[in-house]
Structure formats: structure tokens, C-alpha cells
């Protein structure tokens, strides 16, 4: 915890008036079908306002005053669904609670329903004294957030039900909405008088802030109460359980796991706040003071995980005895955690890697497309036409063994010939200019360069594009007539170039990413987005349900090509984007165990996606089918196409393979117009 805890001045006030406004929403003392959720010694002993005192200590008294209630209120909402949900198992009831609690955040408006209980009666009233202060932009995310809060607490009653404990990931995942911090992070713009500017909001540097706050909150909650919600509630959404099932640890060995992955998300709050947020001010034009205002809710966001772990030490409500016992000071804990922080960039390039890999379950058997061979020699023709051939990044050798028709004609079987043509062209494109990133830009260090080529091919799929230059753009500018739906592809593009802009920035500093965000852009770096924007009908996606199939799906793709890949990005090219290395690193684990960690972590996302694809009826069947063979075809192109085999590693230049152009030459080839 490298941040002192500081506690606000007004936390005798804070006290006494959320005790009182408790007891004015009936929660204290006041049965809820026939169930006492809290009495006098509950609220006291658990001291929400010296928690609210310790993560917003800079808050005015009155904000103190209507932080605290809304803490309160969050806090009594889970233990109230947890008395009279969660214990009994009764789900139907439960979502109907949840769709009325809907009623008491209008987005605009007044509330016009009649609270029924404490948890709608404090609702009610905490929203009527804090939106009317803020912008529509905030209302709208703060809505979002205490939704995502309250609904998807039917995901852990379901799971109890069940009986069904969580993969890693998914757990991750879930956690962000279910545990609040997302929540409480709109909260520290509203006690800092200080919202982050819309225009920035969404963008990756802030997700990760969010994400990593809200990982760090989560997760160090789970150690602290483990031993109240494993043994005495039956909770199964905990971190702690989740790592000592999954790795097969001692309860110790699994808490000190989730204690190094706090510390990571901590490195990576202070690496994206350094490195990410103001190259991001610059890029967007922020003004000075919606800079300062952003700064001020990083500052928030830094309060409150080092006031949260102070209160979590001091509440009655978890096990923490004696745990204020012997702290050494903030240096202490920096020393203790920088042979971590160390070792992510200390990684020697080029090492020597295993030649085997362990078995994965494969999803589906596939289905190939009839146009098959037809559309190989096609697209031979078309990467020759556009020069993508030019002998530099890629010869014709290179491309028959990365065989793009394989994966497209698995991933969408049924398609047409043309349109088997397009999707294998796009996967062709997309995977040359990944190689062409990877040996331009990533043996340079160009940052600049890549950036500048990244926003190039974002304008040739804009709306007045300008004329190619060199292969790449070239077969880009083919591609836009071609492509069926282009604002989707646009978008998929774009987010998939700006990714390897991150990969090349880990490379530039020696860094291996953290563990949760290399996963995360892992769905963007290995081009999910595209290949789905291509195969999936675009009506049924989005909502929880299509997003939980597209991540899992794309987790399981991402995972297998860190395995299939694993050697020939580690040994032959220095790379250090894959989930083998990083965990490997995390955990501090020989290759072999690293390599069977990341294949149970695919083959934990496959059952998770069955398991979801069962769990989501209201889903059209063409939709889940089209995911079923992306995923199928996904599998047998990376067990059957050449690109990551001995033979064609051979003939990697670095050792021993044919010699190639230099980089300089591959950089100036690479802008001249296509045919030169």
C-alpha cells in the first residue's frame, strides 16, 4: 500500500447522522419479513462512516454526510439480499427486488414510484440530494454503475444455487459490478467537486484506472472476509477460493496470490496514470482544467484504496485480529513489493523456450466451408495484386503457411464464395499488418511510427480517405469497398491497431503486462473484434448475455494462440505480450506449470461459454451457432495452419533461417505506393 491513509476531520458529525438517517429508513432494528438485517451493535461495530472518513478525507462535512449515507445504504442493500435472497435461494423474488430498485434513479426526471422498504427508501432519498449537482454525462454512468451493482447480484445468488464456482477471469470480471467499486469511483468525482471530461471517460487509460481501483478494492476485500463469507455464508464469489481452487493452493498459498495480484493492479494504476494519462490530455486537447480535474479523481481513487485498507484493519465487520499489530511505514511496503515491480521489467529477450505444449480441449468439431481451395488461390492472387508479397514481411511461402482461407472458411462455413473471399482477405490484411507492426515498429522501438501508421489506416477507413501508400494501406483500401457492414469493421480496426500500440510500448520499456490486463487486451490485440464484426449477425450482439459469450469465446482464441504461439514470439521475435511468459512472471512458476495454468484458463472459459450459452435461451440460435463455429474454426486454424510450426520457424532469419531485408528497407518499403 504505497499511499498513507489520511481520515477527515468531520467523522464525529459522519458518525451521528448516518446513524440517524439509518434508523429514519428503518434500517436498524426494524424486521424485514420477519428478518432483523441490522441492529444497533451492527451498524456500530462495522463504522461505515470511518470508512467513508478514511477513503474521502478531504470531503467537506456535508459531503462526508451524504457519502456516508450512500455506504450505508450499499452496505445494507448486500446484507439485506443477503438475508432474505441469498440464504434461501430464492431468485425470483429477488430479480423482481431488483427491477424495482430500477424505479428509483430516473436518468431525468423525478422519481414518481412509492418506496416499499429501506433499501428503496434510502435509494430514494440519497438521489433526490446528490444528482441535481451533477452532469447528465455523470448521471448516465453513475445510473450504469449502481445498476451493474445491484443486477448482477443475481449472478452470485446463481451461482450458489448451482453450486458453481467462477473461473479467474470470469471472476475478475463479474467482481468489478458486483463488488461496487466502479460504483464508488463515480462517487470520488462527486467528493472531489471534480468529474473526469466526458470525452475522456471511456477511453482505455481511464478504464484501466477504474479497473484497477476497482480490482484492488475487490480483491483485498475478499482476503479480509473469507473467513466470514466462505464459512459462515456459503459465499463462493471470493477471490481467496476462487485462486486456491483453481491452482490447487493451500488457503495461505491462494491468499498470497491475491495479495502479489493487488500489488500488480497497484503497479499498473501507477503506470497507466503516469505513462497513459497525459499523452491521452495531449491526444484529446483536455484543457488545464479538466486536466486538474482528472488528476484530482486519480488523487480520489488513491484515498480510497489506502483508506479502505485502514478501515478494513479496524472494522468490526471482517477478520482482521491483530492485524494493527507490528506495520512497518509506507517505505516498508515499497521495498517489500519492488523485487516485483522489478522483475516485470528485468525479462531477457530471445531466451529459450519449450518446443512442447500441453493438450487443449478442443470446443466443437468444425465445418469447412466447400469454397475452400477456390478461395486459397484467390487469395494468393489478391495478396499479390495489393503487394503484400513484397518479400519483406511476408513471400508466398509465408502466406500459405499462415493459410487465413483455413480460418475463414471454419469461422463462417456457410458463407458464399465472395463472402469467404472478404472474410479471408480481412484475416490476411489483419494478420500481415500485425507481423508488419511487430518487425517495423517493434524492432525500432518507433513508438511515433507506429502511432502515425495507426492513424493512417484509421482515415483510409473514414469518411474521406486519403490515397494509399505502400502494401498495407494498399490492401486496406481494396478491403473498404468489399466489407458489408464498415462502421463496425472501422471501429473493430481501429481499437485492434491502437492495441499493438500498447504491446509495442511494453516492448519499448522491457515490461511484461499485468496479468488481468493482458488478458483483457489480448480480445483486442489478437483482432476478436474484427473477425466477429465479420461472422456474427450484428442484431443479436450486445446486452450481458451476448457480451459474456463474445468474451469467454474470444478468451478461450486468445489463450490458445498464447499457447500455440508461446515459442515463436518468446524465442524467435523477443516478444513479451503472451499469457504463458506473464504468468510465468506472476506467479513466479516454471514454464511447464506456466504453459498448463494458461491451458486451463482457456479451457475454464470454454465451459464458462457453454455453460452461459445454456443459461441465455432468450438468444437467437444463429447467433450462439455463428459463436460456436468461430469458435470451432478459431481452434482447427491453430491446429492445422503452418504459421507456428518447426518447419516454418526454420526459416525465421534470426536463427538461421533466410536473411531479410533490414529494417530500415522494410520501413521505406512499407510507405511507397503499391507496384513500386
Known amino acids: 500500500m504505497p499511499y498513507p491513509a489520511r481520515v477527515n476531520p468531520h467523522l464525529e458529525r459522519a458518525r451521528t447522522h448516518s446513524k440517524a438517517w439509518a434508523y429514519g429508513m428503518d434500517m436498524v432494528g426494524v424486521p424485514q419479513h420477519g428478518t432483523v438485517i441490522w441492529d444497533e451493535h451492527d451498524l456500530d461495530s462495522h463504522d461505515y462512516a470511518l470508512l467513508c472518513a478514511y477513503t474521502h478525507p478531504d470531503a467537506g462535512a456535508d459531503e462526508l454526510d451524504l457519502i456516508t449515507d450512500w455506504y450505508v445504504w450499499v452496505f445494507y442493500f448486500d446484507d439485506h439480499f443477503l438475508e432474505l435472497y441469498k440464504r434461501t435461494g430464492d431468485i425470483e423474488n429477488a430479480r423482481a427486488h431488483l427491477d424495482r430498485i430500477a424505479l428509483f434513479m430516473p436518468a431525468g426526471g423525478e422519481i414518481t414510484a412509492t418506496p416499499e422498504n429501506p433499501v428503496e427508501r434510502g435509494l430514494a432519498d440519497l438521489w433526490d440530494r446528490t444528482v441535481p449537482h451533477r452532469s447528465a454525462a455523470w448521471r448516465r454512468r453513475f445510473v450504469e454503475s449502481t445498476k451493474a451493482l445491484l443486477e448482477e447480484s443475481l449472478w452470485e445468488l446463481a451461482n450458489i444455487n448451482e453450486g458453481r464456482l467462477a473461473n479467474p477471469i470470469e471472476y475478475v470480471e463479474m467482481r468489478r459490478k458486483v463488488g461496487g467499486a466502479p460504483w464508488s469511483a463515480n462517487l470520488v468525482e462527486h467528493s472531489v467537486h471534480a468529474e473526469v471530461p466526458d470525452e475522456i471517460a471511456a477511453s482505455r487509460p481511464l478504464e484501466v484506472l477504474r479497473d484497477c481501483f476497482a480490482d484492488g478494492v475487490h480483491l483485498r476485500n475478499d482476503l479480509f472476509s473469507y473467513q466470514r463469507e466462505v464459512q459462515d455464508e456459503g459465499e463462493l464469489s471470493n477471490g481467496v477460493l476462487v485462486v486456491e481452487k483453481f491452482l490447487g493452493l493451500t488457503t495461505q498459498e491462494a491468499a498470497d496470490a491475491v495479495n502479489d495480484l493487488i500489488t500488480s493492479r497497484l503497479h499498473q494504476f501507477e503506470h497507466t496514470a503516469l505513462t497513459e494519462v497525459p499523452a491521452l490530455f495531449d491526444e484529446h486537447g483536455v484543457d488545464p482544467a479538466a486536466r486538474a480535474a482528472t488528476f484530482a479523481y486519480v488523487k480520489g481513487l488513491q484515498d480510497w484504496q489506502s483508506g479502505g485498507h485502514e478501515w478494513h484493519l479496524r472494522s468490526g465487520r471482517y477478520m482482521n485480529e491483530g492485524a494493527l499489530d507490528g506495520r512497518g511505514p509506507i517505505l516498508s511496503s515499497l521495498l517489500t513489493t519492488a523485487p516485483r515491480r522489478l522483475r516485470a521489467y528485468s525479462h531477457p529477450p530471445f531466451g529459450a523456450v519449450s518446443a512442447s505444449r500441453p493438450a487443449v480441449e478442443p470446443p466443437l468439431p468444425v465445418r469447412l466451408s466447400p469454397h475452400l481451395e477456390s478461395g486459397r488461390r484467390r487469395n494468393v492472387d489478391w495478396a499479390r495484386s495489393t503487394g503484400l508479397l513484397d518479400g519483406v514481411v511476408w513471400d508466398e511461402r509465408k502466406l500459405r503457411a499462415a493459410d487465413l482461407p ?31 507492426f511487430q518487425e517495423v515498429f517493434g524492432a525500432t522501438r518507433d ?54 500500440l500498447w504491446k509495442l510500448a511494453n516492448l519499448a520499456q522491457n515490461r511484461i503486462p499485468d496479468p488481468i490486463d493482458h488478458v483483457e487486451m489480448r480480445r483486442r490485440t489478437f483482432g476478436v473484434e474484427l473477425s466477429m464484426s465479420l461472422t456474427l449477425p450484428p442484431g443479436a450482439r450486445g ?22 504461439s508461446h515459442r515463436k514470439e518468446i524465442r524467435f521475435e523477443g516478444e513479451l505480450n503472451n499469457g504463458v511468459l506473464v504468468v510465468r512472471n506472476f506467479l513466479g512458476c516454471p514454464e511447464d506449470r506456466a504453459l498448463r495454468i494458461v491451458a486451463d484458463l482457456a479451457e475454464a472459459r470454454l465451459a464458462e461459454f457453454r455453460h452461459a450459452a445454456a443459461a441465455a435461451p432468450d438468444l437467437p440460435a444463429a447467433y450462439v451457432e455463428a459463436l460456436r463455429n468461430w469458435l470451432a474454426g478459431t481452434a482447427h486454424w491453430h491446429e492445422n495452419a503452418g504459421r507456428y510450426r518447426e518447419t516454418e520457424l526454420g526459416h525465421h532469419p534470426r536463427f538461421g533461417g533466410p536473411t531479410g531485408i533490414g529494417t530500415s528497407s522494410l520501413r521505406i518499403s512499407s510507405l511507397l505506393p503499391a507496384g513500386r
Open 543 to 564: 446486452g450481458r448475455a451476448a457480451q459474456t459469450l463474445e468474451h469467454t469465446a474470444a478468451d478461450y482464441a486468445g489463450l490458445l494462440n498464447d499457447l500455440r
Open 447 to 500: 513508438l511515433a511510427a507506429a502511432k502515425a501508421c495507426h492513424e493512417r489506416l484509421t482515415l483510409l477507413l473514414g469518411d474521406d480517405p486519403p490515397a494509399p501508400l505502400g502494401p498495407l494501406e494498399a490492401a486496406l483500401a481494396d478491403l473498404r469497398p468489399r466489407t458489408p457492414d464498415l462502421p463496425a469493421v472501422r471501429r473493430a480496426v481501429a481499437s485492434m491497431t491502437s492495441s499493438w
Open 406 to 436: 483455413l480460418c475463414a472458411a471454419g469461422i463462417r462455413p456457410d458463407a458464399t464464395a465472395a463472402e469467404l473471399d472478404v472474410i479471408a482477405d480481412w484475416l490476411t490484411w489483419s494478420t500481415y499488418a500485425d507481423d508488419h
